[in-house]
């Protein structure tokens, strides 16, 4: 290597400083190699680890390889080969392999660099620090040499000092007998002096040239150490770049290793392991003997359908039910068809990015499409056995359109004449009729709709039902199947009083908030739902629960106030628009006042009361859109 500067000639005199830039190269190779130590640690720790996880994977292949190729439990005798056969347990133990094959290739990285790089930094570090010891202490002798060329000056001023001292002997000597001596003395220092003044001007001229030498030539010489560094910093370059080589050396055995693990895995052949575990796992089957009728022990019967009127009409509405499903549910098993054939098609090569998304698609579809082909044989399954046992006498089939309907006073059951109240939806009604039923009875009910709320003729609903008709004052006494609610009479005194013992916050509309240490009045008394109806001081009323109120007796009296005349009113819970001339609308929250009389408010007929609107119009509608709650205004 060759520059345009060297230390001699650009850094005269600068020795310590050239010094210290050798100190710091040898700190770099320190670094360095302190570097590749702890790397070399690193990479045994971690092959130790690898080597440690590849032992657990394989101790577990080696119990669970058999089930996951030939199954739990193989129908013929297997062995090794039969279970290296399979292309899915040679891959999973290339896998394995690999990852106690790259362990050992960690070892002999970690081997190769403490060998090849951190012991050859060492002792690179160890030869370049001789080297500079060794210019250091030259250039320590040439300063000595330097300064011995200065000793004589210090000689010569002996010299002259000494003539001084024999100058003065003389000077004091006074007899013959001394002053001779002292004279012969003072003499010989004269020439003593001036042999040591010559002695110091060579040496003068000595120092000079041996300085100019030091200066121009020695120094320079002893500076320039550039090739020394040189050699310093190349070689431990070489040794960097022999440790780039080890390294990339390892890291061309394990992309072998993964390149080989890639091969087992791309050589998976799923079918041929599938052929493979259904050849180990053949067994004869038959399918379970369909089910037959079984008669009850203490009541022997024939698998014959019955078809006596009452069960013959619950008959005719499931069979119209079930073909109603049937129809609704034929659109939708098209539906997740489609969806199916479109998630096939998706499950392309071009788009594994989302193959997991097509393919959770695909199994979502193909379970939903399960359940309906299943829903589907069981309706059709309903549908042949139904219509077999009614040989072609499918009623009316004018079935009525119920839907759950929740009652907060008692309402009678348009078929097994009972009470209907709960806030569970226990009954149904029908939107078209308005006919009222218990849930359990809806089957029951024959397919004989009249497709009008306000009904002009009976109709039998069954054997047990009784006649809807529009009634009138005389038959006011008999329960109307669609009413949802009653009239209220005006208080009178001698109604209970109950304690409110527990403060409850109502949930919903048909209920009433009450406080605790509140009296309110008893209209309702629990039939068994665990519920009361109460009235408050303020007019409210609603259902509390039974447990939150404490009855105290009988309201005293003494009241100041006595009722002589009421007007009723109720408010719409459902929205009704008015199909004809003599109907009013119901808006939902809005008040209808009843009218009296014979033929007025709930004595109007079967599911139909009378009443004025807001406007002042006077007409029927329907009751149960105006169902829950009625308000006495009394006039005194």
């Not at 009296?519 to 939150?548: M, R």
Request: hydrophobic share 30%; aromatic share 6%.
């Amino acid at each position: 290597m060759t520059t345009d500067q060297t230390y001699g000639q650009s850094l005269p005199d600068q020795v310590e400083r050239i010094a210290s830039l050798t100190d710091g190269q040898l700190e770099f190779l320190s670094d360095v190699r302190e570097m590749y130590q702890n790397r070399i640690a690193l990479e045994r720790e971690y092959s130790s680890k690898l080597l440690l996880l590849s032992s657990k994977a394989a101790e577990k292949k080696s119990k669970k390889i058999a089930a996951l190729v030939l199954g739990e439990e193989p129908t013929k005798a297997w062995g090794e080969e039969d279970v290296r056969s399979s292309t899915l347990g040679r891959a999973y133990t290339q896998l394995i392999n690999s990852f106690s094959e790259s362990a050992q290739d960690h070892i002999n990285l970690a081997d190769r660099l403490e060998a090849q790089v951190v012991n050859v930094l060492k002792l690179v570090e160890k030869r370049h620090e001789e080297a500079k010891k060794k210019q250091v202490k030259a250039f320590q002798k040439l300063l000595s040499d330097r300064d011995r060329a200065y000793g004589d000056r210090i000689k010569y001023d002996d010299e002259c000092l000494e003539v001084e001292t024999y100058r003065q002997k003389q000077d004091r000597a006074h007899d013959d007998k001394h002053s001779g001596r002292a004279a012969k003395q003072y003499e010989q220092q004269q020439i003593d002096m001036q042999n040591s003044k010559n002695s110091y001007i060579i040496s003068t001229s000595i120092a000079n040239k041996v300085k100019a030498k030091l200066y121009d030539a020695d120094i320079p010489a002893l500076e320039n150490v550039q090739r020394l560094q040189t050699g310093l910093i190349e070689r431990a370059v070489n040794v960097l770049s022999h440790a780039q080589a080890l390294a990339s050396g390892h890291l061309d055995t394990l992309k072998k290793r993964v390149g080989t693990v890639e091969q087992a895995l791309g050589d998976v052949n799923t079918g041929r392991d599938q052929n493979l575990f259904i050849d180990f796992n053949i067994r004869p089957f038959v399918a379970p003997a369909d089910w037959t009728f079984e008669p009850c022990a203490s009541h022997y019967d024939n698998p014959e359908m019955v078809v006596d009127p009452a069960p013959k009409v619950v008959l005719q509405n499931r069979l119209v039910r079930c073909r109603a499903k049937l129809g609704e549910l034929r659109p939708v098993m098209d539906s997740k068809q489609r969806n199916i054939n479109q998630s096939e098609k998706a499950l392309t090569p071009q788009n594994i990015g989302n193959a997991d998304d097509v393919i959770f698609n695909f199994i979502d579809s193909v379970h939903d499409l399960t359940a309906h082909t299943t829903s589907e044989q069981i309706l059709l399954a309903e549908i042949e056995t139904i219509s077999e046992a009614l040989d072609g006498d499918e009623g009316e089939q004018r079935p009525h359109e119920f839907k759950s309907t929740s009652f907060s006073i008692p309402t009678t059951c348009g078929y097994c004449q009972t009470s209907i109240w709960g806030l569970s939806k226990l009954g149904k009604t029908c939107k078209r009729c308005g006919v009222s039923v218990h849930a359990r009875c809806e089957l029951k009910v024959p397919a004989t709709c009249t497709g009008s709320k306000r009904v002009t003729g009976g109709s039998t609903l069954s054997s047990r039902a009784s006649t809807i008709s529009r009634t009138s004052t005389k038959s006011a006494s008999t329960p109307t199947p669609s009413s949802f609610a009653r009239v209220e009479a005006s208080l009178s005194p001698g109604i209970v009083q109950a304690r409110v013992v527990f403060e409850y916050t109502a949930t919903s509309p048909y209920e009433l908030s009450i406080g605790e240490g509140e009296t309110v009045k008893v209209l309702e008394e629990d039939d068994g739902s665990g519920w009361v109806k109460v009235a408050n001081n303020l007019g409210g009323k609603g259902l509390v629960p039974a447990s939150y109120v404490e009855v105290v007796g009988p309201e005293e009296k003494g009241s100041n106030v006595t009722p002589r005349a009421s007007v009723q009113y109720v408010r719409g819970v459902y929205d009704y628009q008015a199909t004809g001339e003599d109907e009013i609308d119901v808006k939902e929250g809005r008040m209808i006042q009843l009218t009296t009389g014979p033929r007025g408010g709930q004595n109007y007929g079967d599911g139909w009361w009378e009443g004025i609107d807001e406007r002042g119009k006077k007409g029927i509608f329907p009751s149960n859109y105006a169902p829950w709650m009625v308000f006495p205004e009394t006039r005194v």
